[in-house]
């Protein structure tokens, strides 16, 4: 496998978090593995992980629900098909993906159609019971994307932050919004009922990620200037242990186009 498993046992409910490697940009997919069935959050970017996460969830003997996409980034839906379940979303996230239409799975060059990638099924924020295990849906906006979805656990304590969290990985200022992220980290590090957070890029970690968090988006503001080869230098430096540099990348082509 190249991708990275953690599991984490929550009394009848088990967490196996599935983080690509670098190639694939650290995205995580989450299992959540209820008494008879699995939930998956997110899709992976290259749809070999893709296959390596739904090879995996058949492993545990019980069928795949549903997928849940959070947001309309292409890294985490591209993989939808492989999973052969109904995919679910909110709305804008479906109507964004929608109008970015077809894409390509850059290691292979192989297409992939729209309809493999649309979700079908609306999510309405609120609450609901999934095989006796109640689920919270919310809808977040600004940050890293204008919408997302996260998913609460409450009787486990568990958070499924997806891109409102990166761990130990380079965040994604495509948008500059770094209010609506220090805003985000504000909301949910005040509800400390969640000890387990699953971030959209990374390893499952704690409520020590707030802080840590906060740490970077200060640093993001202070150093993200009109130069993208400067601030690549100058935020890798500053946390060299971060995986993710290819984030930093992707978003740099957006903002300042090809460099030096």
Known sequence: ???????????????????????????TTQLIETPSRIIAVDAQFVLAYADEVTAYAKGLGKPIDRLVVSHAHPDHYQGAARFGVPVHALPETTAEIVAMGDRTDLPTGAPIPLGDMTPTVEI???AEIIDGTPFLFEKVTGGEI????????PEQGVLVAQDVVYHHTHLWFLDRDFDGWQANIDRFAAETEYDT??????????????????????????LLGDDGDAYKKAITARYPTYRGAALIDVANAYMFGPQG
Do not use: C, F, Q
């Open 1 to 27: 496998m190249h991708g990275t498993i953690t599991v984490i046992d929550k009394g009848p409910v088990r967490i196996h978090s599935y983080t690509a490697p670098e190639d694939g940009l650290d995205v």
């Open 124 to 126: 309405t924020p609120g």
């Open 146 to 153: 204008h919408t997302t979805l996260v998913i609460k656990l």
């Open 197 to 222: 957070i699953l971030p959209g890029h990374g390893e499952p970690t704690g409520p020590a990620v707030w802080a840590e968090l906060t740490d970077y988006v200060n640093a993001g503001r202070e």
